[in-house]
């Protein structure tokens, strides 16, 4: 089984501070994904990169693959109490008939008004 | 709407007692996929289905079985629920596009289940 270690596991801030979550393993994959996950609800995608060295901007969001496609992170400025909830890594293996999407721990993400 | 469809969302039943929790999904998904998910572990892949008549186990499938026999629908059954699968199920489905490494996974509502 593959592992994907995300760091940190709880993370509490106040409105307008900045914050950065962690996806590591030691595995290689496809693709890392990014999903939020808000309470009663499934996981929904925020972003996927692909590219080793990758960055992706959802507006306060930035998402970055490493240069080696093992590890990735989501920083966030100016976090808002919107930005509460769930935060989910999860690397894809793909080719071939291999297609398995393995998930990290999660970061649960609250920021306090 | 696209969409996954879970049933039931809410669930209590007793040990041994065999249950089935259906997924349905209208988007003509090849892929499809149950995770459970539990305080302090995250999300863990039961089964998936690459398509009709395919499926394998993923990292926990003790427990549980699947079928698959019609491309909609993806049951996931407990033939004799202990308390230790007391979880948050989620069913999951994607296009799995060929030579595509960006397919987006589709979640349900989840399924709330109690093992007493």
């Known amino acids: 089984t593959q592992l994907l270690e995300q760091s940190p596991q709880f993370l509490s801030i106040q409105e307008g501070e900045n914050l950065t979550v962690y996806c590591n393993s030691s595995s290689v994959f496809s693709s890392l994904q990014w999903y939020r996950q808000e309470p009663g609800e499934g996981p929904v995608l925020l972003v996927t990169v692909v590219t080793g060295g990758e960055v992706k901007k959802l507006k306060r969001l930035t998402f970055q693959f490493g240069d080696a496609r093992k590890d990735s992170s989501l920083h966030i400025t100016a976090a808002q109490p919107g930005d509460t909830g769930l935060y989910l890594c999860a690397g894809l293996h793909s080719g071939g008939s291999n297609y398995k999407l393995t998930f990290g721990k999660g970061t649960l993400l609250t920021v306090n008004p | 709407e696209a969409q996954v469809t879970q049933n039931p969302r809410y669930l209590i039943t007793v040990t041994g007692k065999k249950l089935t929790v259906t997924c349905s999904q209208n988007?003509?998904?090849?892929?499809m996929s149950w995770y459970r998910q539990d305080p302090g572990l995250g999300l863990r892949q039961i089964y998936y289905?690459?398509?009709?008549?395919?499926?394998d186990k993923g990292d926990v499938p003790e427990g549980y079985k699947v079928s698959r026999k019609e491309k909609r629908n993806f049951p996931l059954i407990l033939e004799s629920p202990s308390p230790n699968q007391t979880s948050l199920y989620f069913c999951?489905?994607?296009?799995?596009?060929?030579?595509?490494?960006?397919?987006?996974?589709?979640f349900g509502p989840g399924t709330r289940l109690t093992v007493l």
């Open positions: 289905s690459m398509n009709v008549e395919v499926t």
């Open positions: 999951a489905s994607s296009p799995r596009l060929a030579g595509v490494s960006t397919d987006t996974q589709y």
């Open positions: 988007m003509n998904h090849e892929y």
